[in-house]
Nanobody
Framework: QVQLVESGGGLVQAGGSLRLSCIAS????????MEWYRQAPGKQRELVAG???????TYADSAKGRFTISRDNLRNTVYLQMNKVKSEDTGVYYC??????????????WGQGTQVTVSS
């Protein structure tokens, strides 16, 4: 099966930076879109940023100008560089892969999440 493993979360002060990584493992031929979602306490999971295989990016308004998503297609890895973080960035960040072509049956996969806590 395809597995997504996130890393890089932790405690950071407001105004600081953090870099999240997500590696997809398994027999993977290609991944069309890789995304980062955030789920804050008591709130629904929301899209933070996404990037296509061709490198086209999309950002939530709250992330524009502060976060940068990038990917390494050869390593099936996606990154989220978070700068000038704010307390409202606190939450569990999930990696999502969509349009996955692999040796297995599924096409969409989620990681287990990594906690980001911003202290003021």
């Amino acid at each position: 099966q395809v597995q997504l493993v996130e890393s890089g979360g932790g405690l950071v002060q407001a105004g600081g930076s953090l870099r999240l990584s997500c590696i997809a493992s398994g027999t993977i031929f290609s991944i069309e879109t890789m995304e980062w979602y955030r789920q804050a306490p008591g709130k629904q999971r929301e899209l933070v940023a996404g990037i296509t295989f061709a490198g086209i990016t999309t950002y939530a308004d709250s992330a524009k100008g502060r976060f940068t998503i990038s990917r390494d297609n050869l390593r099936n890895t996606v990154y989220l560089q978070m700068n000038k973080v704010k307390s409202e960035d606190t939450g569990v960040y999930y990696c999502h892969a969509a349009g996955v072509h692999s040796a297995y049956g599924g096409t969409n996969y989620w990681g287990q999440g990594t906690q980001v806590t911003v202290s003021s």
